[in-house]
């Protein structure tokens, strides 16, 4: 076994320095913020063609055809709620909502879907959305609690159909997002 030590180490185990490695004015080596500059740009394109997709056709109904899995998104207008969804479960008046389906096709299955910005807290939505499920004849299976903050959800069922009200913490109230579905 060769005890030599390699040219310009010692076998000193304490921290050495990094001599004459060039570095960024971060103190990084300059590949490294390479790399990160390279991801953040694969980001925000990714970012840009998400929103691309999703607010090309504002103004009127927006079709996403079915993928190879049988998937697929109708959008409403922004403010229309789809005729499939269930007026009666949007409780809060003068809100906007945004409403879609969501298509599987290969179980033929049409789930609408609204949402829509709540200005009352996470709190007050849960009170208000247990107390209409309950005296609507709901069974709740899943109760949301302000413990699951900053999001937590309902899952209720009555005779052939499913609910599920998600409500999410957001700066100036609640997100409510509620997916049924009639089996």
């Known amino acids: 076994m060769n005890n030599e030590t390699p040219v310009g180490m010692n076998n000193d185990i304490r921290p050495q320095s990094l001599g004459d490695v060039p570095t960024s004015s971060a103190g990084r080596p300059?590949?490294?913020?390479?790399?990160?500059?390279?991801?953040?740009?694969?980001?925000?394109?990714?970012?840009v063609w998400g929103l691309y997709?999703?607010?090309?056709?504002?103004?009127?109904?927006?079709?996403?055809?079915?993928t190879d899995e049988g998937f697929g998104i109708k959008q409403e207008e922004q403010g229309v709620l789809?005729?499939?969804?269930?007026?009666?479960?949007?409780?809060?008046?003068?809100?906007?909502?945004?409403?879609?389906?969501?298509?599987?096709?290969?179980?033929d299955v049409r789930q609408p879907v609204a949402e829509?910005?709540?200005s009352k807290t996470v709190a007050e939505n849960i009170a208000q959305f247990k107390g209409f499920l309950a005296s609507n004849g709901w069974t709740i299976s899943k109760e949301a609690t302000v413990d699951e903050a900053p999001t937590t959800n309902f899952y209720a069922t009555k005779d052939t159909a499913d609910v599920n009200i998600t409500l999410t913490a957001v700066a100036e109230g609640t997100q409510v997002t509620i997916t049924y579905l009639s089996r």
Request: cysteine-free.
């Open 53 to 66: 997709v999703l607010l090309k056709n504002r103004d009127g109904l927006e079709w996403y055809p079915a």
């Open 116 to 118: 829509y910005r709540s």
């Open 82 to 107: 789809n005729a499939e969804f269930p007026a009666e479960l949007i409780l809060e008046e003068g809100v906007s909502v945004r409403s879609y389906i969501l298509t599987y096709e290969d179980i």
């Open 30 to 47: 300059p590949e490294k913020s390479a790399l990160k500059i390279a991801l953040s740009i694969l980001a925000v394109l990714i970012v």
